[in-house]
Every structure is written in structure tokens, then in C-alpha cells.
């Protein structure tokens, strides 16, 4: 029997202009040391990159809000391979449509219940909006996710949740799904892309941040 396997990547591309929690970007990836700049007879470019935290398709470690919580070096790269699901409601989006218990129902009404340790990605359509920064950003107004919606995910035992948009939560409504998920040891994963390219059930997704430490604990 022939497995034929299709990898589709669910990151934005990063650069200067992209949207941000902020409006700032602070992504810079520059040459540090040209071909020019060597004396010797091999030549090396070496490029510099400098970045904020949290920005473009990320990881939320529970750290990220919950003091004694989890970091990303925590996670066994094993913990980050994991079936997905993908909840479509893009076509009743608006900017302050929050994922309800009902859809949860209706998606599982169709395709069955989520199975535990999965990664579960709401699909809102929002991400059409990325190459236009201020209307993604929209001053923190963009579809999220509700507290109850958040609680039966954990009730169905998933690992994961993640979101086409800057976040699960609008600050207007408090970060209840980030200190309900993330204070369950689970993981938030924010700015997917290509959900388009996803099918409801029947894929894995294998989430790679970058594995930082907790030892820097300087603020700069």
C-alpha cells in the first residue's frame, strides 16, 4: 500500500511590515558579515536576525501568562506532533464573532467528537487580511474565541489551539482562553496560515518554535 502525504505550511512569512499585537514590528534580518568583508580565501555572508517575541505564526508556552508555567524548551518535540482539527466558521465571521459552544457541536455533529491530544485551528478567514496590517490588526478587534467554547475543548482533552488571527482573545473581553488554556499546561498557537488548504479532519500538524531558554530574564 502507497501512503502519499501532502505537507502544507501554516506559517506567515515574516518580515518588517507584517501586523503585529503592537502596530510595531521589530523584525530586522540584515547581513552581519558580507562575501566582501572576509580576508581569507573562503568567503562566508552571515545574516542577523532581531526580532520581538511573538510575532508571525507563533507558539504561547504557558509561561507566556502563567507564573511557574511551562516554557517552550519544556516541550518534548514528541508533545508537539499531534492530529488536527479544523473548524471552519468563516462563513459567519465578523470582526467580534467569537467561536461558540454550538460550533463546536455542529463540527462534531458532522465529522465526530475531536479526539483527545488534538490540535484544534479555527478557521475565521481572517488572514486575508495580513498584507493589509492595519485592517488585521483593527485596533484588537478581530474574531476570537469564547471562555465556554475554550473550557469543552479542554473537556474533549486537546493539546492545542490555534487561530488565524492575532489571538484567541480581544483584550475587550479579558484573556480568558489564554489563562484557561495556557493554565492547563496546553499551548496557543496564533497567526496560522493557509488554512484554506486543511481538511476538517485527518491531518497532523507538527508545531516547531523556536526553542528558546528561560535563564535570559533581563528586560531590555
Known amino acids: 500500500m502507497t501512503f502519499i502525504y501532502k505537507l502544507i505550511d501554516l506559517t506567515h512569512e515574516l518580515d518588517s511590515t507584517i501586523p503585529t499585537w503592537?502596530?510595531?514590528c521589530g523584525f530586522n534580518h540584515d547581513v552581519h558579515i558580507d562575501y566582501a568583508d572576509c580576508e581569507a580565501q573562503d568567503k562566508f555572508r552571515v545574516m542577523k536576525v532581531g526580532m520581538h517575541a511573538g510575532i508571525g505564526t507563533h507558539m504561547d508556552a504557558p509561561s507566556h501568562c502563567i507564573p511557574g508555567g511551562r516554557f517552550i524548551h519544556d516541550f518534548d518535540v514528541n508533545d508537539l506532533i499531534m492530529?488536527?482539527?479544523v473548524i471552519d466558521v468563516s462563513d459567519k465571521c465578523h470582526e467580534r464573532y467569537n467561536l461558540s459552544v454550538q460550533d463546536i457541536a455542529d463540527f462534531e455533529s458532522k465529522f465526530g467528537l475531536i479526539s483527545k491530544g488534538s490540535c484544534v485551528m479555527i478557521k475565521t478567514g481572517w488572514s486575508k487580511f495580513w498584507h493589509a496590517p492595519s485592517k488585521y490588526h483593527n485596533n484588537h478587534v478581530f474574531p476570537s474565541v469564547s471562555a465556554?467554547?475554550?473550557e469543552l475543548l479542554l473537556?474533549?482533552?486537546v493539546s492545542a489551539l490555534g487561530i488565524d488571527?492575532?489571538?484567541p482573545d480581544r483584550p475587550e473581553d479579558g484573556f480568558k482562553v489564554h489563562k484557561t488554556f495556557l493554565g492547563a499546561g496546553k499551548i496557543i498557537i496564533e497567526n496560522v496560515a493557509n488554512l484554506d488548504s486543511m481538511p476538517p479532519t485527518g491531518s497532523f500538524c507538527l508545531v516547531l518554535p523556536i526553542k528558546k531558554s528561560k535563564m535570559v530574564q533581563k528586560r531590555l
Open 148 to 150: 465556554e467554547a475554550a
Open 165 to 167: 488571527t492575532l489571538s
Open 155 to 157: 473537556e474533549r482533552g
Open 83 to 85: 492530529p488536527c482539527a
Open 22 to 24: 503592537s502596530g510595531g
